[in-house]
Every structure is written in structure tokens, then in C-alpha cells.
């Protein structure tokens, strides 16, 4: 079960810089006391520390703005009277500079630490949503072992247009995966509302088939709220019940399971019907109602005994290309791993498919399955 992120704590709000920035204060002061020391004779060297206070800015709070200000001006008095220019004109006006940048610098510290602690809470909220939405998936559920991998295209945005859910039912194991169409705020809207009809429907629809055209309904009143004739979602069902060697999967217009075994790897193969939300189209018979609408073929039966993993995933994997243009050869590669066991699997795509691709142009979604 997903745990609630703890308050962040004082030393998380402090914004963290490169470690050579925050080095840079200390290598400015070494820098004039290297300068007044090569040319005692000339005009004291203390105007270099005008731009101490900025500095600091960038990598520290404003009490330490405010301390480096004094020190800066501290230092800038001591070198100019030993060099007998205390009051000078100029060096009146080094000091002043110095004080407009320790007032800048110190306000710019405030506000970078002000921005920082907002954007922190912001994104505390943000994973607590997306734990919400697309919760972790369990490491068991009923008889299966189960490991799963999301990558949004975008990082920062935490959620992106693929799903996936793993629940315990009365009817077994149900798993769903997904990939919407579109990307963005409104692809996170339609995430968000496949996942909250599946949570609803899966503990009570007995038939698979049944649940699917659910979920279908579902994206179709999306659709018809948000005046989008083209939202549909691509989709894979699946039931397990503990005990057994088989599963029933129910394929939607998704990319087509691998069935990974000690003999090799092979694409399941089950009948496709038209993704969630596009079920009314090219349908014979629908316009028809009740008794007289032909029936939605059922699910493909497919085996899985132990040592076999069934392996979920989205075209963000299948679809990612190297410098040349080539997709992934996502069979090839796995063949080569060597293993089954759906962590390792997981852990292997995870790594892998970033170094084959780079930065991902599409949202990646990995489920694998295996009879416990």
C-alpha cells in the first residue's frame, strides 16, 4: 500500500546547488587575497568582494547573504586601511556597492528559498496524487508475482497517458493496461477516470468481457463530456484465478502480450476488438439493442504455468528508437537476458530501454506476471 509522503523537514527546503557553485564564495575571497598580496602597492584589491554577497546567493540562505555581506564589507575596511585608502572616494563607494549587493543578494536568497519550499509542497501534492491515480503496484496479488515499471515521457509531470492497475478480486487477480490516446493534462483526465471505473467495476463484474465494455462506456461519456471524438484507449485485461495455469485476456486495440518461457520468447495471440471508447464503431449490429446486439467475443485463454512470465507492456516500449531511427528489439533483447523472473525483467527494461532510446518521446508502461 502506498504510504503518505512525510512533511519535508527543514534541511529538504534549502535549494541545493552544484557542489562547484557552492564553492565559489570561498574561491572569490582566495582570489583577493591572492590579488592584494601579488600588488601590495596598488589600490586595495577589497573591490572584488562587491559581487560576495551574489554569490553566496546562489547556493545559501539569506542569514548567510546577510553574514558574507558583513564579512565582505569587514574585510573590504581592513585591506583599504592597510593600504591607507580608508576613506577614500572611491573606496566609499565600493563599500555602498557592496551594501546594494548584500541587500540584493539577501532578497535574492529569500526569494529563491521562498520558491523552492513552494515548489517542494507542489510536488509532494503531485506524488501524492500520483499515487492516488496509478498506485504501486503490489509485488504479489493472489497467486501471481507481479512487477511493473511507468516512465512518463515527462519526468516532471509524474503521470503521463499510459495506466495500469493489479486487484485482488472475488474473480481472481484482474490486471489492466493501457495507453491513451494524447498526451498531456487531458490524457491524465482520461488515466485518472479509466482507473477510478475499473477500481469500481472490477470486485463486482463477474465477466471479463462485461467489464471491458464498462470500461468502454466509460470512455465514451468522457468523450461526449470533453467534445472529443477521437479519445479512445488502447487496453489489455487479464484474469487469473489462484491455483490455475491459465489466463483469460481480453485484448482492446493494445500491442500484443509476450509470453516469455525457458523454450524462448512468443507473442500471445488473441482476437482484437476495438479500443475502450471506440466499441459503437464498425460494430454489425449496432444499432440494434438487447437480445438483437451480436455478443463481444470472449476472452482468449491463455496458458501460463510456473517459470512462465507474462509479460504487459505499451508501445512507448515497443516504439523507442535509437539514433538510426531502428525501433527496440524488445523480444530479441529479453531472449538475450536469460531470465524469467519478472524483477529482474522489470529492472532490466528500466535500464535498458533508456540506454537504447535516450530520452523517451513517449510514455512507457511495463507489467510483468508470474504464477507465484
Known sequence: MPTAPR??????????APRWVAWLPVLLVLLDLVAEAVVPDAVAAGFLLTALPVVVAFSYGP???AGATAGALGLQLALAGRAGHLYEQHHVWVYISTLLAGVMGTALSWQ???QHRTLLRTRTVAETLQRTVLRPVPERAGGLRVAGLYRPSQAEALIGGDLYEVCDTPFG?????????????GAVRTVADVLGAFRATAHDTADLVELAEQLDRAVLRDAADRGDDELFVTAVLLQYRSGSNEVEIVNRGHVTPLLLADRGIAPVHCPFDLPLGLGHL???????SGADRPARPGPSTVPLAPGQTLLLYTDGVSEARDAS????????RLAALGTTAPDRLVSFLAQDV???AGLL?????????TPA
Do not use: I, M, W
Request: glycine share 8%.
Open 173 to 185: 487477480v484482474r490486471v489492466l493496461l493501457g495507453d491513451v490516446r494524447g498526451k498531456g493534462l
Open 354 to 356: 533508456h540506454a537504447y
Open 7 to 16: 512533511p519535508p523537514d527543514r534541511a529538504a527546503v534549502e535549494p541545493s
Open 361 to 369: 518521446a513517449d510514455d512507457l508502461a511495463v507489467l510483468a506476471l
Open 112 to 114: 529563491r528559498t521562498r
Open 63 to 65: 542569514v548567510l547573504t
Open 282 to 288: 464498425n460494430r454489425p449490429g449496432a444499432a440494434l
Open 325 to 332: 531511427g531502428a525501433f527496440y528489439p524488445l523480444a530479441h
